[in-house]
């Protein structure tokens, strides 16, 4: 009984650490102490362990605030009361965070709010690359060198709140609220700072790019308008850097898939390897090269473009015309059946029926053709959400 009463005691100081931690976005004093612009982490196991608990402490909060332009950073915290029991100590929250933190954050909060009306006026350091208007709003990208010491503290602002960021990538209202409750300016900002870190060495370059690339625009995928000229904005930074022989992503999301795809149809549109004859004349080394010579475009991304603009110029009330397209992208979603079918027979040569049985996972030629019609369906409906956007641009 008289445990039972201890474990129930010591339970008020333990806290779930994905409830206990709140993230803002601010840009004004009203915004620190506007409780609906709070949210929190899917996960922070990475801070707290892989239980997500954090102990000693009555009704906690954890606060990081940033400045939504230039990410100033707040930490802090309050609770109700620590445990104050002989030979159990809390959980040392603060230090916990500060260690993973950048130098430069603020622990004061009125400090913090003090400095927010200043902040407000940020403006990036470096090249300009693109302007533009929207929604009464005006929007710039910049390109600057990392030696600036001031772009260098704000990449690392930005690389722990990627991190941080990336916590939320599983989805969820947390990572709606981060997108709505950011800049798409800030991320711009950071983003070319990091590009332009290694101008002499291309691949560790682009790899840098598309990592951090593909983490922001996670964040921001619904203010699809933005990221888009962001986007097209980096592809322009290397489609004319002549030690840049293509654009391609290692693993992309699907979010990231859904509006590359966008951009990169978006601008073969206007190629004349990809006319509608030729569209329809099927897929050809004309349209690889182009695509690749004019844009920077990989043969792979280069087909998937290929099959979004076919379906785009296709009579879908046309029965043959249809059925020719669904064949033609339906024989490339094979091609891995058909490896995997080959290296089949040569396993059958080598092992006895019960070895192949147990070994590998077999499918019936029906559950393949199932398969296939899945894969082709969701494809298609991938497309056509592209070819609407194409259309509504």
Known sequence: MEASMA???LTRYKCDSNTAVRFKLVQCENDVFDKGKEFHPTFSHQYFGDNETIFGYSDLEVQLYYHAGSLLTYIGMKHDGQINSKGLEPDPVMNIIADRYPAGFLTNLDEFI???????KFRPMGELLHSYKQNNAEYEMYKG???????????????EAAREGSNLLSGGAG????????????????LFSDLASHADVTTPRLRGYHEKLQTFLLWFIDASSYIAQMLQTVDKLYIKDPQVLDITVEDPSYDFLRLRDYVDALACINL?????ENLLNGFSGE???????KLKINKIQCRRVYEILRLRVTDLSNAEDYKSY????????????QKEKADMEKLK???KPEELSATVNMQTPQERMQHLEQLYQELESHYRKTIERIAAS
């Open 7 to 9: 474990d129930q005691a």
């Open 114 to 120: 003090a400095k927010l009306p200043g902040e407000g």
């Open 349 to 351: 040569l080598i092992l």
């Open 145 to 159: 060198e990392i030696t600036c010491s001031s772009i260098t503290s704000g990449s690392q602002r930005i690389d």
């Open 326 to 337: 669904r064949l033609e992208v339906k024989k490339r979603l094979n091609v891995p059946f």
């Open 272 to 276: 004349s390897a990809f006319s509608q």
């Open 175 to 190: 990572m709606a609220q981060w997108r709505e409750h950011s800049l798409p300016t800030t991320v711009a900002q950071v």
């Open 287 to 293: 349209m690889v090269k182009e695509a690749q010579e």
